[in-house]
């Protein structure tokens, strides 16, 4: 299996949000990734439920939900209410991540935990099997268009090594500054899900950009 593209709807034209996900449709993107923030678990504030009820009613791709927001388990039903398929809450925003996590699956969501740049990914020893998917940001998270951070690739590595042990179909995501520059040493380090926003948004034609990311040679591949 080929890693998979999540183009960010952050990064998508708000007032054509519309034809920006009936282009991801037609495009080889795997998922759509919907970037949520609060205003408080990061200086930003996205989307809402009424958008993403509203993007859901036009998307044939699976909708990968990020939360970047604090006390997450208040509104996890209401996120798999408007749509998500799979639901990613912060490791440093849950006191009592595995009962976090049981509660994503109980809604009958994917469920998935990203870490902050600083957080190290042995935090996650304990927790990886319970967990389809791990997201490692590779930028402070809250804006979109930052430049990637290199320590990224180590923490990648180690998280593949870790997951080899205990849950080897895990999807490895990474978040930030992904482009058609880095997507091939991302792939070598482990990681198997991409999630691109301005790479893709902001390219000439998208849909083609989403194709060479998605085709990208590299000489390992992931499941």
């Known amino acids: 299996m080929k890693h998979l593209i999540a183009p960010s709807i952050l990064s998508a034209d708000f007032a054509n949000l519309q034809r920006d996900i009936e282009m991801l449709n037609q495009s080889e993107?795997?998922?759509?990734?919907?970037?949520?923030?609060?205003?408080?678990f990061v200086p930003n504030i996205s989307f809402g439920f009424p958008v993403i009820t509203a993007a859901k009613k036009h998307a044939k791709k699976p909708f990968d939900v990020h939360l970047m927001i604090v006390e997450p388990d208040k509104y996890i039903a209401d996120f798999a209410k408007a749509g998500a398929d799979l639901i990613t809450v912060h490791y440093e925003a849950c006191t009592h991540l595995h009962r976090t996590i049981q509660l994503i699956k109980s809604v009958g969501c994917k469920?998935?935990?990203a870490l902050n740049p600083h957080t190290p990914v042995s935090l996650l020893k304990d927790i990886l099997q319970d967990i389809d998917l791990a997201l490692v940001m590779s930028v402070n998270p809250g804006f979109g268009g930052q430049a990637f951070i290199p320590?990224?690739?180590k923490k990648?590595?180690?998280?593949?090594?870790?997951?080899?042990?205990?849950?080897?179909n895990?999807?490895?995501?990474?978040?930030?500054?992904?482009?058609?520059?880095?997507?091939?040493?991302?792939i070598e380090a482990g990681a198997n899900v991409f999630v691109a926003g301005n790479a893709v948004f902001a390219a000439p034609s998208?849909?083609?950009?989403?194709?060479?990311?998605?085709?990208?040679?590299?000489?390992?591949?992931?499941?």
């Not at 990648?156 to 080897?168: F, G, H, I, K, W």
Request: cysteine-free.
């Open 29 to 40: 993107a795997d998922w759509i990734h919907v970037d949520v923030m609060d205003g408080v």
């Open 111 to 113: 469920a998935g935990v």
């Open 151 to 153: 320590q990224t690739l």
């Open 156 to 168: 990648l590595r180690e998280l593949r090594q870790m997951a080899q042990q205990t849950n080897p």
């Open 170 to 186: 895990l999807y490895i995501e990474v978040d930030g500054g992904v482009g058609i520059q880095n997507i091939a040493s991302l």
């Open 206 to 223: 998208p849909t083609q950009m989403i194709a060479d990311l998605k085709n990208v040679e590299t000489s390992i591949q992931h499941i």
